[in-house]
């Protein structure tokens, strides 16, 4: 698997500093200038940022280039490729993370005192938002490439709008058939409100790991029946 | 002698084409020439070995060992030379050597720069500064520096010049001296077979025509011409396919004796070449 990671590091590594570059601007700015930026949507918008672009980076390269049947030609087990791409992805994706939180200490004209949130819940909570956009992500580059993603993105974005717009014409907020949906958003409240028990902290871990232990069986599976 | 690789039963399907029941084994020590029409499934057969794409049935066994089962151990023995080498296009050629010769147990440094040095090529040059030649002269320095045992090469001496095509051919024929190693070498460009292979495997349509030494389907195959109609097609034995010119009938058969024998001296006979060969049975008219 190490043979791999530092296959990728080596193919990608011009591209890398450069996706590091582009996020150095983008942190610097939110830093500095997104005015009511409030520490946490500061550290959750970095956690959204870096899972989609560090998600879509090595394997878009990989479909740019072409560069798939190469790697494929290598004595390796394509499983082991998934494997070897999810865990330098996620080593990738925690870096930048620090390196995002970090910049909020040492920049002088910062606006943001990150180390003031800075709690084991709020860290988990980050992670639970990379993890869904990382593993959600994922298996649909590895499946279909940049366009898989553009593909993924565009279906997100259209669902949301016929949700909303379906909530706004139909009332649906007081029907039966949305209450899976109420059933994510308190989810959703329950996880981000102020509570911080232990269980509370353990379930957000068992949904980080469910999230990846899915994405990547799907992503293995996709990956071993790609044609190249 | 054992086989190298052994291919039975392959069958994988596209939209429009199929690739049926294919079968046939290089010996060990030994260059096979794949040839066929562009479409007739050369590549399909590759990848199917290279485990590139998923077989629907049939069996691959590099070296005994069935490729998907022990898929890391087959390719660790097999230098792979595509049609169009994938590499990143913006990283220098020593670099892109680093990265891939951790995979191999039996890399050689040495030969590997050895060997870009006799093509020359500068190890800092980036990959996308370089030549179609120049990229599969890369590829095949790669394929040569883990000293591998099968090498498979999809169409390499396609838009080659000549001069290199010649020293590909010289490089491959230098490879199998050692009796240990075995090429694959797909083409459609026969007379670079016609020097080097001592077996072909002739693909068309998805389906093997025949997979034997070259030397005994050169000696089996032959031209049989006739002008006016003082000969009809179906008359020939062995007839794999005819066509008609302004000179009279002209017709491959799979049996040269046979025919020889049968219609005597009312048509003239040769030996056919593997484009001859390729010719007649892909694009020449069916025997009725």
Known sequence: MHR??????????????????????????????????????????????????????????????????????????????????????????LLTLVYASLLTA?????????????????????????????????????RFGVMGVILFLVAAQVLSVLVLLAFHFFRMENSLFPSPLRMVSRGLRFLLGPSSTVIHMLIIVAIVLAFNAASFFASRALYARRDL | MDAALEI????????????????FSIPAGTIMGLIGPNGAGKTTVIKLVMNLIRRE???????????????????????????????????????IASAVAPFYPRWDWKLFSGTLEEFGLPPRKKFKTLSHGMKMKFALALALAHDADLILMDEPTTGLDPVFRHELLVRLSAVIQDERKSVLFSTHLTSDLEKIADHVTFIHEGSIVFSAPKDEILETYGLVKA??????????????????????????????????????????????????????????EPHA
């Open chain 2, 57 to 95: 049935s049939g069996a691959v066994r590099i070296f005994g060992r069935d490729n998907i089962a022990h898929e890391p151990e087959a390719k660790a023995r097999i230098g792979f030379v595509y049609d169009e080498p994938c590499f990143p296009p913006d990283i220098g050629l020593d670099r």
């Open chain 2, 227 to 284: 002008g006016g109609r003082e000969v009809a097609a179906s008359e020939i034995p062995g007839l794999k396919g005819y066509r008609h010119s302004a000179y009279g009938l002209e017709a491959l058969t799979g049996d040269l004796e046979a025919a020889r024998r049968s219609i005597g001296p009312r048509a003239v006979y040769e030996r056919a070449s593997l484009e001859d060969i390729m010719y007649f049975i892909s694009k020449g």
């Open chain 1, 4 to 93: 791999i990671m530092r296959q990728d590091l080596i193919f990608n590594r011009n591209n890398l500093l450069l996706m590091l570059a582009i996020m150095t601007c983008v942190f610097v700015y939110f830093a500095g200038w997104a005015e009511g930026l409030s520490p946490r949507a500061y550290f959750l918008l970095a956690a959204f940022y870096v899972g989609a672009s560090m998600g879509i980076t090595l394997a878009a390269r990989e479909d740019k280039h072409k560069t798939a049947a190469l790697i494929c030609s290598l004595p390796v087990r394509r499983s082991t490729i998934v494997a070897a791409r999810f865990v330098l992805t996620w080593a990738l994706m």
């Open chain 2, 8 to 23: 039975s039963g392959l069958r994988k399907s596209y939209k429009g084409f199929v690739l049926d029941d294919v079968s």
């Open chain 1, 106 to 142: 040492v920049l002088p004209f910062s606006q943001i005192d990150l180390i003031a949130v800075v709690n084991v819940k709020f860290i988990l909570v980050g992670l639970l938002i990379l993890s869904a956009v990382f593993s959600l992500i994922l298996p649909f580059t590895i």
